[in-house]
C-alpha cells in the first residue's frame, strides 16, 4: 500500500557526464586504439607503430608519419566537437575521412591521460601536449598549459596513460584480463592492417623489443598471407562486385521522386572480397567488413555470407572472408550509433544479396574444378 515517496530530479554533473559520454564511444582500449588508427590513418600515415602495456589499460601509444597538428589548433585538440574533417551538417552526407565528429579525443582525454606529441612538416620542432577533461594541462604543477617544445619527427605521437577507466570503476570492472584486451587490439589492428596493405604497422607491447605484428607495406594478398597464414592465402579466392543492373533499371516517367532525392542510376557502389574456397576450415569465423574504409560490424551481411558456405563446410566451421563495401556516401548513415561501428545504409538487403550471390557463384565454380579434377 505505501508508495514510495517520488525522488527529486536533479542534473547530473558536467564531470559525469562526459565520462558517461566518452563511454560510449571508448567502451575498452581497443575501441580508442580504432579512433587513433583512423586518425593516423586520415592524416595520411604511411607507417604506424602501436605500443601497448597492460592491454592498453595502462598505456596505449601510437605514432604516425601523417600531417601533422598545427600548433596553434593544440590547445582546443580535446574539446568536444572540435574536428578538421566536418564544418556544416551537410557535409555529415559526403564524408570521406574516418572522423567526423571531433569526439574521440575528448572522449579519451575524460576516460584518461592524453599525451600528444607533434610536427607538421614546416615546423621546425615539435610540440608536446597534455590534456585531461577535455582540456590542455600543464605537465607539473605551477607550470604553463602551453604546448611545449620538444624533438620529434614529421607526424603525430599520442599517448594514452594512467590507467584507461581510472575514474569510471564499473567500466573499468567490464574489462578483461590484459591479455583478453590485447588479443582484441592485436584484431583491430590486424584487421585494419590488411584492409591498408600500403601502410606499414608494427605492434608491440611495451618493453619487448620483438613486435607481435609487423607488416611492410604491400599488397593486400601478401598482408593476408602475413596475418592470417599461408594455408588461408592459397585457399584465398577473390571477386570485385558491383550491380549494373541494379543502377540501369529506367526510371519509369510516373516515378515520384522528389528533386534532390537519389534515383537508382545514382546508387552506384562496388565491393572487393577475398574469401576461402572449400579447402579452407576453421573453428573460428574471421570477418573483415569495412564500409567505405571503416571498420564495422553487420550481422545481416554476416548472416548472409556465412549461409554461402553451410553446403560446403563441415558444421561448425567458418570461412574466412574480408570484404570491403564502397558505397555513395550520400547513401551511408554514419550517424547511426557513437561507436560507428554498426553502419546502415539504403538498398542493404538487396547489396548484400548481390554480394553473396557473387561469392556464392565463385565458390561454385572453384567447387565445380576440384570436383571434377576428383573425379578423373
Ligand atoms: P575527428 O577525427 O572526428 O575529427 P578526433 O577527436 O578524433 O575527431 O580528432 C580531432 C582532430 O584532431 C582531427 O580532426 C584532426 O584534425 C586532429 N588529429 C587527431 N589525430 C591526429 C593525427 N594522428 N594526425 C593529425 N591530426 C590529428
Ligand atoms: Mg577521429
Given at each position: 500500500?505505501?508508495?514510495?515517496?517520488?525522488?527529486?530530479?536533479?542534473?547530473?554533473?558536467?564531470?559525469?557526464?562526459?565520462?558517461?559520454?566518452?563511454?560510449?564511444?571508448?567502451?575498452?582500449?581497443?575501441?580508442?586504439?580504432?579512433?587513433?588508427?583512423?586518425?593516423?590513418?586520415?592524416?595520411?600515415?604511411?607507417?604506424?607503430?602501436?605500443?601497448?602495456?597492460?592491454?592498453?589499460?595502462?598505456?596505449?601509444?601510437?605514432?604516425?608519419?601523417?600531417?601533422?597538428?598545427?600548433?596553434?589548433?593544440?590547445?582546443?585538440?580535446a574539446?568536444?566537437?572540435?574536428?578538421?574533417?566536418?564544418?556544416?551538417?551537410?557535409?555529415?552526407?559526403?564524408?570521406?575521412?574516418?572522423?567526423?565528429?571531433?569526439?574521440?579525443l575528448?572522449?579519451i582525454s575524460?576516460?584518461a591521460n592524453l599525451s600528444v606529441?607533434?610536427?607538421?612538416?614546416?615546423?621546425?620542432?615539435?610540440?608536446?601536449?597534455i590534456y585531461?577533461?577535455?582540456?590542455?594541462?600543464?605537465?607539473?604543477?605551477?607550470?604553463?598549459?602551453?604546448?611545449?617544445?620538444?624533438?620529434?619527427?614529421?607526424?603525430?605521437?599520442v599517448?594514452v596513460?594512467?590507467?584507461?577507466?581510472?575514474?569510471?570503476?564499473?567500466?573499468?570492472?567490464?574489462?578483461?584480463?590484459?591479455?583478453?584486451?590485447?588479443?582484441?587490439?592485436?584484431?583491430?589492428?590486424?584487421?585494419?592492417?590488411?584492409?591498408?596493405?600500403?601502410?606499414?604497422?608494427?605492434?608491440?607491447?611495451?618493453?619487448?623489443?620483438?613486435?607481435?605484428?609487423?607488416?611492410?607495406?604491400?599488397?593486400?594478398?601478401?598482408?593476408?598471407?602475413?596475418?592470417?597464414?599461408?594455408?588461408?592465402?592459397?585457399?584465398?579466392?577473390?571477386?570485385?562486385?558491383?550491380?549494373?543492373?541494379?543502377?540501369?533499371?529506367?526510371?519509369?516517367?510516373?516515378?515520384?521522386?522528389?528533386?534532390?532525392?537519389?534515383?537508382?542510376?545514382?546508387?552506384?557502389?562496388?565491393?572487393?572480397?577475398?574469401?576461402?574456397?572449400?579447402?579452407?576450415?576453421?573453428?573460428?569465423?574471421?570477418?573483415?567488413?569495412?564500409?567505405?574504409?571503416?571498420?564495422?560490424?553487420?550481422?545481416?551481411?554476416?548472416?548472409?555470407?556465412?549461409?554461402?558456405?553451410?553446403?560446403?563446410?563441415?558444421?561448425?566451421?567458418?570461412?574466412?572472408?574480408?570484404?570491403?563495401?564502397?558505397?555513395?556516401?550520400?547513401?551511408?548513415?554514419?550517424?547511426?550509433?557513437?561507436?560507428?561501428?554498426?553502419?546502415?545504409?539504403?538498398?542493404?538487403?538487396?547489396?548484400?544479396?548481390?554480394?553473396?550471390?557473387?561469392?556464392?557463384?565463385?565458390?561454385?565454380?572453384?567447387?565445380?574444378?576440384?570436383?571434377?579434377?576428383?573425379?578423373?
Amino acid at each position: 500500500e505505501s508508495q514510495p515517496e517520488p525522488k527529486p530530479i536533479i542534473r547530473l554533473q558536467d564531470s559525469v557526464i562526459n565520462r558517461i559520454a566518452a563511454g560510449e564511444i571508448i567502451h575498452r582500449p581497443a575501441s580508442a586504439l580504432k579512433e587513433l588508427l583512423e586518425n593516423c590513418l586520415d592524416a595520411g600515415a604511411t607507417s604506424i607503430r602501436i605500443t601497448v602495456k597492460d592491454g592498453g589499460m595502462k598505456l596505449l601509444q601510437i605514432q604516425d608519419n601523417g600531417c601533422g597538428i598545427k600548433k596553434s589548433d593544440l590547445p582546443i585538440l580535446a574539446h568536444r566537437f572540435t574536428t578538421s574533417k566536418l564544418s556544416k551538417f551537410s557535409d555529415l552526407s559526403h564524408l570521406t575521412t574516418y572522423g567526423f565528429r571531433g569526439e574521440a579525443l575528448a572522449s579519451i582525454s575524460h576516460v584518461a591521460n592524453l599525451s600528444v606529441v607533434t610536427k607538421t612538416k614546416t615546423d621546425s620542432c615539435a610540440w608536446r601536449a597534455i590534456y585531461v577533461d577535455g582540456g590542455m594541462v600543464p605537465a607539473q604543477k605551477d607550470a604553463s598549459a602551453d604546448p611545449k617544445p620538444c624533438a620529434g619527427n614529421d607526424g603525430t605521437t599520442v599517448t594514452v596513460r594512467r590507467e584507461l577507466f581510472y575514474n569510471v570503476p564499473a567500466r573499468l570492472s567490464a574489462l578483461r584480463s590484459s591479455s583478453e584486451e590485447y588479443a582484441r587490439i592485436l584484431d583491430v589492428v590486424t584487421k585494419y592492417a590488411v584492409h591498408n596493405a600500403g601502410v606499414s604497422f608494427l605492434c608491440k607491447k611495451v618493453g619487448i623489443s620483438t613486435p607481435d605484428l609487423s607488416t611492410p607495406s604491400s599488397t593486400t594478398k601478401q598482408a593476408i598471407r602475413l596475418l592470417y597464414g599461408q594455408e588461408v592465402a592459397k585457399n584465398l579466392l577473390s571477386a570485385e562486385i558491383s550491380a549494373p543492373q541494379m543502377r540501369k533499371r529506367k526510371r519509369n516517367a510516373d516515378d515520384n521522386i522528389p528533386e534532390g532525392s537519389k534515383s537508382d542510376e545514382d546508387n552506384i557502389w562496388m565491393a572487393q572480397a577475398h574469401f576461402t574456397n572449400a579447402n579452407h576450415h576453421s573453428k573460428k569465423s574471421v570477418l573483415l567488413l569495412f564500409i567505405n574504409n571503416r571498420l564495422v560490424e553487420s550481422s545481416r551481411i554476416k548472416k548472409a555470407l556465412e549461409a554461402c558456405y553451410t553446403a560446403i563446410l563441415p558444421k561448425g566451421t567458418s570461412p574466412f572472408i574480408y570484404l570491403s563495401i564502397q558505397l555513395d556516401p550520400t547513401t551511408v548513415d554514419v550517424n547511426v550509433h557513437p561507436t560507428k561501428r554498426e553502419v546502415h545504409f539504403l538498398k542493404e538487403e538487396a547489396i548484400t544479396e548481390c554480394i553473396a550471390d557473387a561469392i556464392q557463384a565463385k565458390l561454385a565454380q572453384s567447387g565445380e574444378r576440384t570436383f571434377e579434377y576428383q573425379t578423373l
